[in-house]
């Protein structure tokens, strides 16, 4: 384990025992994974209404394109007439995400 790991460990058993955890505000209530606090607020409700119909936003949607692509390229010789076309492709949706900050 990592020194500070170590350390954050013990802070944390010693604030256990002394009980500064003890009678915290939503304490032995679920958690709230659905936190929205990164999406701006005038997105949040068009966000929530994508993400109840399954829809992905659009990086996560050219991510997994750029995955599934990947995969087929994988499976398919260069000689193939569909390869080019795969890969150009694979580079637009790759662009896409460098521009939108994520990798693939």
């Not at 604030?15 to 990164?38: I, M, R, V």
């Not at 659009?58 to 010789?77: F, I, T, W, Y």
């Not at 076309?85 to 693939?104: D, V």
Request: charge should be negative; aromatic fraction near 4%; proline fraction near 7%.
């Amino acid at each position: 384990m990592w020194l500070l790991d170590q350390w954050a460990e013990r802070h944390i058993l010693d604030a256990q025992h002394k009980g500064e955890f003890d009678n915290l505000p939503g304490s032995g209530e679920p958690l709230t994974l659905d936190d929205d606090s990164h999406v701006p607020p005038e997105l949040r409700a068009g966000y929530r209404l994508l993400k109840n119909a399954g829809c992905l936003p659009p990086e996560l949607e050219h991510r997994k394109e750029a995955v599934m692509l990947n995969d087929l390229l994988k499976g398919v010789q260069e000689s193939d007439p569909r390869y080019a076309e795969l890969s150009r492709r694979l580079a637009l949706l790759e662009l896409k995400l460098r521009q939108a900050g994520l990798e693939h």
